[in-house]
T-cell receptor, first 111, second 115 residues
């Protein structure tokens, strides 16, 4: 089955700096890669996603890149703000299969 | 608004006493999932329904069962809750077709406490 590795497990950045979270996946047939933000005690919220026919996608301060050859995708957050502090999960999905989550990254944005 | 609704938001149950968590959706998604999430960990898939077809994960204990009486509702039954079953239980839905899946949406979750 699919295996998704996520790094780093914790990340501390200063407000205004950029944050990058990286994930690798094992199943070359995976074709959908969402990123979720989860605040304490709340549900995971989809913040951005990318499909395998696209190499990069951007939404304001958030961007995701996908390298299918390397089976690697990354989340980039620019101009970080304190409200970006949360746990971020990457995930990978293959058609007619299930969503497999990474282990999560706790992002702390300090003033 | 179309959404995924979980009830109750908080559930306290006694050790060994059967408990049922519910999930309903107005998105008309054909796939419904149940995840267990323990503190600071990734959500762990217990099982999912693809339309009426039930798909159990290999490592899901027999203590966990599920029912999907119709497209909109899905239930998680824990037959004999143990202390280790205390967690947040998340319901999620998605829409799948032959070309792929989209629209993953999570409910607010039910936090289960076992006493």
């Amino acid at each position: 089955g699919e295996n998704v590795e996520q790094h780093p497990s914790t990340l501390s950045v200063q407000e205004g700096d950029s944050a990058v979270i990286k994930c690798t996946y094992s199943d070359s047939a995976s074709n959908y890669f969402p990123w979720y933000k989860q605040e304490l005690g709340k549900r995971p919220q989809l913040i951005i996603d990318i499909r395998s026919n696209v190499g990069e996608k951007k939404d304001q301060r958030i961007a995701v890149t996908l390298n299918k050859t390397a089976k690697h995708f990354s989340l980039h957050i620019t101009e970080t703000q304190p409200e970006d502090s949360a746990v971020y999960f990457c995930a990978a999905f293959r058609t007619a299969s299930k969503l497999t989550f990474g282990t999560g990254t706790r992002l702390q944005v300090t003033l | 608004d179309a959404m995924v609704i979980q009830n109750p938001r908080y559930q306290v149950t006694q050790f060994g006493k059967p408990v049922t968590l519910s999930c309903s959706q107005t998105l008309n998604h054909n796939v419904m999932y149940w995840y267990q999430q323990k503190s600071s960990q990734a959500p762990k898939l217990l099982f999912h329904y693809y339309d009426k077809d039930f798909n159990n994960e290999a490592d899901t204990p027999d203590n966990f069962q599920s029912r999907r009486p119709n497209t909109s509702f899905c239930f998680l039954d824990i037959r004999s809750p143990g202390l280790g079953d205390a967690a947040m239980y998340l319901c999620a839905t998605s829409r799948h077709s032959g070309t792929g899946g989209y629209g993953y949406t999570f409910g607010s979750g039910t936090r289960l406490t076992v006493v």
